[in-house]
């Protein structure tokens, strides 16, 4: 069974720091990887994925993602946080096309002027 | 293009009272799903739908009932309210789970 777990459901950093969110993963297949923001009272938007093309993903807002079989991690950073960066983040996982994602529990982010 | 439509955005139930969550897309995409957002638990797979006619369980399919009768529709079904049905509801579409999904933006659900 494939499943995903977000360490720390709260991240607070300053603006202009380093956004770090962690996600590891298990699954019995290579996966595909998955990055989501949620802001507040709205639905989820993707933010950038892995499908076992680089290993090194580049998403919206500057975000990007590497994905680490030797770890089973894929953590989601940002060189420089903005105040408009404050919101939800999902880390999602499925082993195949037609298989629905299973998300992690979220991990809040703030971020402080 | 709308992309994931979902009506209403905010409702109340009381318990025992039943009612239909409506989604609708327009990206003639084969898989749609419904999840349920509750605080601090992420977001938890009801029901899917891999195409028209076809439907199967999710994690938490328990007090609930879907159907697939057209690609663009997929109502989510609640026939006796509880209060543990208290949450966010959010309908998504993908062509393919490879590229991701598409979400609505949400029904908020009371049940009292």
Same mark, same amino acid.
């Given at each position: 069974?494939?499943?995903?777990?977000?360490?720390?459901?709260?991240?607070?950093?300053?603006?202009?720091?380093?956004? /770090?969110?962690?996600?590891?993963?298990? @699954?019995?297949?290579?996966?595909?990887?998955?990055?989501?923001?949620?802001?507040?009272?709205?639905? /989820?938007?993707?933010?950038?994925?892995?499908?076992?093309? $680089?290993? /090194?993903?580049?998403?919206?807002? =500057?975000?990007?993602?590497?994905?680490?079989? @030797?770890?089973? @991690?894929?953590?989601?950073?940002?060189? @420089? $946080?903005?105040?408009?960066?404050?919101?939800?983040?999902?880390?999602?996982?499925?082993?195949?096309?037609?298989?629905?994602?299973?998300? =992690?529990? =979220?991990?809040?982010?703030?971020?402080?002027? | 293009?709308?992309?994931?439509?979902?009506? +209403?955005?905010?409702?109340?139930?009381?318990?025992?009272?039943?009612?239909?969550?409506?989604?609708?897309?327009?990206?003639?995409?084969?898989?749609?799903?419904?999840?349920?957002?509750?605080?601090?638990?992420?977001?938890?797979?009801?029901?899917?739908?891999?195409?028209?006619?076809?439907?199967?369980?999710?994690?938490? +399919?328990?007090?609930?009932?879907?159907?697939?009768?057209?690609?663009?529709?997929?109502?989510?079904?609640?026939?006796?309210?509880? +209060?543990?049905?208290?949450?966010?509801?959010?309908?998504?579409?993908?062509?393919?789970?490879?590229?991701?999904?598409?979400?609505?933006?949400?029904?908020?659900?009371?049940?009292?």
């Amino acid at each position: 069974a494939q499943s995903v777990t977000q360490l720390g459901s709260h991240v607070s950093v300053s603006e202009g720091a380093l956004v /770090l969110l962690r996600c590891n993963y298990s @699954s019995s297949v290579p996966p595909y990887l998955f990055w989501y923001v949620q802001y507040p009272n709205q639905g /989820l938007q993707l933010l950038l994925k892995y499908t076992s093309a $680089a290993t /090194l993903v580049k998403g919206i807002n =500057g975000f990007e993602a590497e994905f680490k079989k @030797s770890e089973t @991690s894929f953590h989601l950073t940002k060189p @420089s $946080a903005h105040m408009s960066d404050a919101a939800e983040y999902f880390c999602a996982v499925s082993h195949s096309g037609n298989t629905p994602l299973v998300f =992690g529990k =979220g991990t809040r982010l703030s971020v402080i002027a | 293009n709308a992309g994931v439509t979902q009506t +209403p955005k905010f409702r109340i139930l009381k318990i025992g009272q039943s009612m239909t969550l409506q989604c609708t897309q327009d990206m003639n995409h084969n898989y749609m799903y419904w999840y349920r957002q509750d605080p601090g638990m992420g977001l938890k797979l009801i029901y899917y739908s891999v195409g028209a006619g076809i439907t199967d369980k999710g994690e938490v +399919p328990n007090g609930y009932n879907v159907s697939r009768s057209t690609t663009e529709d997929f109502p989510l079904r609640l026939e006796l309210a509880a +209060p543990s049905q208290t949450s966010v509801y959010f309908c998504a579409s993908s062509i393919d789970t490879v590229y991701g999904y598409t979400f609505g933006s949400g029904t908020r659900l009371t049940v009292v």
